[in-house]
């Protein structure tokens, strides 16, 4: 028999050029495949290749704080100098129901050291004997103040001055135009004449120094206490009318567009202030990473894999998403408007000519899609302008631990509401962990001994920690509120006072009826904290805000009626 001859094909070759040049040797077979995969069906639209927009530009020139119809008169504002949320969250940092030792010792010998420099002014001996002096608390005051504080400020009372009385003094006589009577007082009535107009230079950099210290509010206040959230009210007067833009809920410490809605009734007195611009630019394609790459050898970007999008059919947003990025995303372009921080703008008219030189008008979404348009990015509640709204808020910023931590729970057990002061500011300007502190408090009073065969006792209620304090409804005619009570101070000699409340959140000086639904079965957390931004005059701020967030659901204070417990126990 012949033997049997197997050709084989050899398939290695050395040479990558034939490979990389990826020639295609047949047109008409790579266009039928064009033609079966439908890539011919298309508009033979061109693509956008200049863009000129009309917009009307109108800022924001008023500011009303707290709720709409409520009774805070507005006022002017200028976005280019305050970033809103810093203007509506800023309070004073210090009042005379809550002083703060630390700054008042730091600011006194901040000025020390400016007179200290300069070699000028009473000697520290003469100033110590003043009036200014940091005088020790009294003993009605050591009583309210935390163990840690009072060393600090034992410490420090009689060897500084207080820079913040001394700065009040100082202001008093800066409005009237009367700071010649400074020298008529000791410590000053020794200062030659020669000197006077010098400290007088130095007195004032340090008064602006304080005082540019914390961004402080000023009266009427944003804050709702019944409702612990902010609400504010912002109006601009547009070409055609003012517009109101209102956040009734703010209590996140972020304001952005979807805060504001619009509206209705009398406006704010908002001053003209509308101007029309015409842009013209090129559009650009959007891009974004992980997007499929246009160029054949291109290698693509594997940070983001959006094959690894796992999504079940009824996850519309993922599959959404997913077929944007992989099949339509070299459809969509970006047109770089540039507008002025907290202003209100109208598109007038968007003309778009594309690379056959045809020139669109394109109308606004619901022109095309009707008022129920699905596509509601960018608008407002209640907006019949179709305005854009571009807010003076912050970008990044820097918080601090907070100073205050206030929970609001429901207690079911005792069928009772609870206000807890977590953490409150110090007297010396520091968190202060109340629970910690109570611990203390009880570690100080000698156990009862305990008898073999005590009797019985009959108790009507048990005692909780002095940092609950109890919110009891009341009604305030159809409505429910939860009204801040207050519970007697026991100890082995009987009542002792009464646990009020310490931080400011709970508002000691007044009467606070919250709503019922501001503590639902959740419960809420209130926290004051500091915080510290750059605006966009590169200009820094520090100032005190507040946030609510939910809270961690029920809680327990332990009180119980009725009960019957051992008299030595």
Request: no cysteine; aromatic share 8%.
């Amino acid at each position: 028999m012949p033997s049997q001859i197997r050709l084989d094909l050899s398939s290695h070759n050395p040479d990558l050029q034939d490979g990389l040049q990826a020639r295609i040797h047949d047109p008409l077979w790579m266009l039928g495949r064009q033609w079966q995969f439908g890539e011919f069906n298309g508009a033979d639209a061109g693509s956008p290749a200049a863009a000129q927009v009309i917009v009307d530009i109108a800022a924001v020139t008023r500011y009303q704080p707290g709720p709409r119809s409520g009774p805070h008169p507005a006022r002017p504002y200028a976005a280019a100098g305050l970033a809103l949320e810093t203007l509506v969250e800023a309070e004073p940092v210090t009042d005379d129901s809550h002083p703060n030792w630390r700054l008042a010792a730091e600011s006194g010998r901040h000025l020390f050291r400016l007179l200290e420099t300069a070699r000028l002014g009473p000697t520290r001996a003469q100033w110590l004997a003043s009036t200014y002096v940091l005088a020790a608390p009294t003993a009605e005051q050591a009583k309210q103040i935390d163990a840690s504080s009072l060393s600090f400020i034992r410490v420090l009372s009689g060897r500084t001055i207080d820079g913040l009385r001394f700065a009040a003094r100082l202001r008093v006589l800066q409005v009237g135009n009367t700071l010649a009577e400074l020298f008529r007082e000791a410590p000053f009535d020794q200062v030659s004449e020669v000197d006077r107009l010098k400290l007088l230079a130095i007195m004032t950099t340090w008064l602006t120094w304080i005082d540019g210290l914390f961004q402080q509010g000023s009266a009427p206040s944003a804050w709702i206490p019944e409702r612990m959230e902010y609400a504010l009210s912002v109006s601009a007067k547009t070409t055609s009318s003012e517009v109101v833009l209102t956040a009734p809920e703010y209590l996140d410490g972020r304001l952005d567009w979807f805060s504001f809605t619009t509206s209705s009734g009398t406006g704010l007195g908002a001053t003209e202030s509308s101007t029309s611009a015409t842009e013209a630019f090129l559009p650009a394609p959007v891009s974004f990473r992980g997007m499929p790459s246009a160029r054949l050898w291109e290698f693509e970007d594997g940070a983001v894999n959006f094959a690894s999008v796992q999504a079940a059919p009824q996850d519309l947003a993922r599959l959404l998403l997913v077929k944007f990025a992989l099949e339509y995303s070299n459809d969509w372009f970006l047109l770089p408007l540039e507008l002025p921080v907290g202003t209100l703008s109208q598109i007038r008219a968007l003309v778009v000519t594309n690379t056959f030189g045809e020139r669109f008008l394109i109308p606004h979404t619901t022109e095309v899609d009707g008022s129920t348009s699905p596509w509601r990015m960018f608008s407002l509640t209640n907006d019949t302008q179709k305005l854009f709204f571009l807010p003076p808020v912050l970008g990044p910023l820097l918080e601090s631990q907070p100073v205050e931590d206030l929970s609001l729970l429901r207690d079911e057990m005792a069928n009772v509401a609870w206000a807890v002061e977590r953490v409150i500011e110090s007297a010396a300007g520091r968190p202060l962990d109340r629970h910690e502190a109570y611990q203390e408090t009880l570690a100080e009073q000698p156990p009862s001994p305990a008898a073999d065969g005590a009797p019985l006792m009959y108790r009507l209620g048990t005692t909780v920690p002095d940092y609950w304090i109890p919110l009891l409804p009341v009604k305030d005619g159809t409505t429910l509120r939860l009204k801040r009570g207050v519970l007697p101070a026991f100890s082995e000699g009987g009542i002792q006072g009464l646990q009020l409340p310490k931080g400011r959140l709970l508002e000691p000086a007044r009467e606070l009826l919250l709503y019922e639904e501001e503590v639902p079965r959740e419960g809420a957390r209130v926290t004051r904290t500091y915080q510290y931004a750059r605006w966009i005059d590169g200009s820094t701020y520090l100032w005190m805000g507040r946030r609510k967030q939910p809270g961690r659901g029920e809680g327990s204070s332990g009180l119980q009626f009725d009960s019957v417990q051992s008299s030595g126990g």
